[in-house]
């Protein structure tokens, strides 16, 4: 029999009636079980949950403070930027966001997928930076069609640009976008990935004041992510203004005289401590960095072998040479070895533990005492001197001078350079010091190592007669009009005697004015004192020496230390020319011009 023609007994009717009727029971009480957790008993936490649906909590950067000089022109400054972000949960299909990222940036896919891996942990609502710097362009393109792409959106920030490009590159370093590593560390938690951050220089030696504080917006977007409601705001707060001590036209002018030349100069205000000017030649363009590099522009400036990234000031390490010759003069006569009477005889040569020593003047410079010597840079007065003081002693004036430490400049990444004693022989070579290698020490030769740096405060300190300054950058930190950070000159003095530096200063003098080594620095009307240093690259023993010293990588590096003018001093300065040649020729003509530059400006010339 077909079921459709089975007759239901009138039990079995009644019966599915009332299954029927519980099961609609206890359906509609499921449903009104349902509107009471949402409606009543979690209310709070599914209106919360809706209103995460379509508000988004978005930073908002802050614009870096600015870098100025003392007479507050900028010197690195914020100009706005345009960034393509891509929103992942927007997203629907993956391959097709990709290829559409690829045309906008003009970026290789596999750079771009990178890019995302690395916001992985992020929330899916996280706004992913493709392209900084988008072309208008481009952006208006991407604005007009914003329902076509959701995933798409245009940021509107503050990135770092430098006015005068190249122009004190290594004094104001750069900034780049901060990295994984990075934000694991306890300095890297008031950022996030995209974020800029201070890699050198005064950009990362003042960092915690120049990145300001970011702002935050609460808005409510539709699903295209167009924002239709700011619900609360707090506005960035720009980063601090950082006054610097820094002169940008003697910047400029000085720059101007390395043409094709690598090297570094430094100028301090005496008065104060304060650097008037810091060049580091090669350089570079600090905006680069602000901007997305590409593989190939950043190996060409990496593998560049004048390293334009090194800030030869701070951290380039050379022989000082006869520069040196101002340490032996203050050791010896502080330590009585000799005194303004003692006096030796140049012929050119000399003999010290077997060895034959030359002059520079293969002629011979006849009877010097400590003034002569250091006015002709008299080599076998200093090899005598050296044979008759013990390294150690060397080293310790050495160092009390500021050699081979850093020169506690505001500064990051100073090198320490070396100054060689028989601890440090014994320590790294496990052999002890031999007496024949204190004569090349004593003419600035041997393991000793120096940075321009520690040679201007050296001269500074033989200017101020032994008050120390502490080299500075940094003049005052300014935030909303007012100071808060304020740099006070610092002196301390070295335990050398007045006298003694009186002897140095004459002979420094005597440099320049009485047909010394660096008479090609003398300015009439200025008493300029100097020290004119011409350091070997290659030994003069080497029987190639002159087929190879015609190559520019084989000539040596000059040096010129100097103040001005003698009394009262006003400026200090260190000149290095890397391959220059003959010192008195390169380096003490061209510190001559810097002089003129500033005291003429000063009317004081």
């Known amino acids: 029999m077909y079921p459709s023609k089975r007759k239901l007994s009138p039990a079995t009717i009644k019966k599915s009636g009332l299954v029927s009727a519980v099961f609609l029971i206890v359906v509609f009480l499921g449903i009104i079980a349902a509107f009471w957790n949402i409606q009543i008993v979690n209310n709070e936490y599914y209106r919360r949950l809706a209103i995460k649906n379509i508000t988004r909590s978005i930073d908002l950067p802050a614009p870096r403070g600015l870098i100025v000089d003392h007479r507050r022109v900028a010197?690195?400054?914020?100009?706005?930027?345009?960034?393509?972000?891509?929103?992942?949960?927007?997203?629907?299909?993956?391959?097709?966001?990709?290829?559409?990222?690829?045309?906008?940036?003009?970026?290789?896919?596999?750079?771009?997928?990178?890019?995302?891996?690395?916001?992985?942990?992020?929330?899916?609502?996280?706004?992913?930076?493709?392209?900084?710097?988008?072309?208008?362009?481009?952006?208006?393109?991407?604005?007009?069609?914003?329902?076509?792409?959701?995933?798409?959106?245009?940021?509107?920030?503050?990135?770092?640009?430098?006015?005068?490009?190249?122009?004190?590159?290594?004094?104001?370093?750069?900034?780049?976008?901060?990295?994984?590593?990075?934000?694991?560390?306890?300095?890297?938690?008031?950022?996030?990935?995209?974020?800029?951050?201070?890699?050198?220089?005064?950009?990362?030696?003042?960092?915690?004041?120049?990145r300001g504080t970011k702002g935050n917006q609460i808005v409510i977007k539709d699903n295209l992510e167009k924002i239709q409601k700011v619900e609360s705001e707090i506005k960035p707060v720009i980063g601090a203004t950082v006054v610097l001590t820094l002169d940008l036209d003697l910047q400029k002018f000085i720059e101007g005289l390395f043409v094709d030349t690598s090297g570094a100069v430094g100028v301090v205000d005496l008065r104060n401590g304060g650097i008037l000017a810091m060049v580091s030649k090669p350089d570079f363009n600090p905006e680069i960095f602000s901007q997305e590099m590409a593989l190939e522009q950043w190996l060409a400036l990496s593998n560049d072998p004048q390293k334009p990234l090194q800030n030869k000031f701070l951290q380039g390490i050379y022989s000082p040479g006869s520069v040196f010759k101002i340490i032996m003069a203050l050791t010896g006569l502080q330590e009585k070895i000799v005194s303004p009477t003692t006096v030796v005889h140049c012929s050119g040569s000399q003999?010290?533990?077997?060895?034959?020593?030359?002059?520079?003047?293969?002629?011979?410079?006849?009877?010097?005492?400590?003034?002569?010597?250091?006015?002709?840079?008299?080599?076998?007065?200093?090899?005598?001197?050296?044979?008759?003081?013990?390294?150690?002693?060397?080293?310790?004036?050495?160092?009390?001078?500021?050699?081979?430490?850093?020169?506690?400049?505001?500064?990051p990444s100073e090198n320490t350079g070396l100054v060689p004693d028989s601890a440090w022989k014994m320590q790294t070579m496990k052999q002890r010091w031999f007496p024949g290698e204190t004569i090349s020490v004593a003419i600035g030769h041997g393991s000793l190592n120096v940075t321009p740096v520690q040679l201007l405060k050296m001269i500074a300190t033989v200017a101020l007669r032994g008050r120390i300054p502490r080299l500075h950058l940094l003049q005052r930190i300014e935030k909303e009009g007012k100071t808060i950070v304020e740099f006070k000159p610092e002196f301390t003095q070295v335990p050398i005697a007045a006298e003694n530096f009186q002897l140095v200063v004459e002979g420094l003098f005597r440099v320049v004015n009485e047909g010394g080594t660096a008479r090609a620095a003398a300015i009439a009307g200025l008493d300029i004192c100097g020290k004119t240093g011409t350091s070997q690259i290659i030994a003069k023993e080497n029987p190639n020496y002159d087929m190879l010293t015609k190559e520019k990588r084989f000539m040596p590096n000059s040096w010129f230390v100097s103040f001005a003018p003698k009394d009262n001093p006003r400026l200090a300065m260190v000149v290095l020319i890397e391959n220059g040649g003959d010192a008195g020729a390169i380096a003490a003509p061209l510190a001559a011009r810097i002089y003129q530059k500033y005291f003429a400006d000063e009317g004081l010339l």
Not at 96 to 117: H, M, Q, Y
Not at 165 to 176: H, Q, W
């Open 351 to 411: 003999d010290f533990y077997g060895r034959e020593f030359h002059c520079w003047n293969l002629y011979g410079h006849g009877t010097m005492n400590i003034v002569s010597a250091l006015q002709n840079s008299c080599n076998i007065f200093f090899y005598n001197l050296g044979k008759r003081l013990d390294i150690d002693t060397i080293a310790r004036y050495a160092r009390m001078m500021g050699l081979g430490e850093r020169s506690g400049i505001d500064m």
């Open 75 to 210: 010197l690195s400054e914020n100009k706005i930027n345009f960034t393509l972000y891509l929103v992942r949960e927007n997203v629907t299909d993956m391959e097709k966001t990709l290829r559409l990222a690829t045309f906008f940036s003009g970026k290789n896919p596999i750079v771009i997928r990178a890019t995302i891996a690395k916001y992985k942990k992020y929330p899916q609502f996280y706004r992913i930076p493709i392209k900084t710097n988008l072309p208008r362009g481009t952006v208006i393109f991407i604005e007009s069609r914003q329902e076509e792409f959701p995933e798409f959106v245009i940021g509107v920030e503050p990135t770092r640009t430098y006015p005068f490009e190249n122009c004190a590159a290594n004094v104001l370093g750069y900034i780049s976008e901060i990295t994984e590593a990075e934000l694991g560390v306890k300095e890297g938690k008031e950022y996030a990935l995209g974020d800029f951050v201070g890699r050198s220089g005064i950009e990362k030696q003042y960092e915690p004041f120049l």
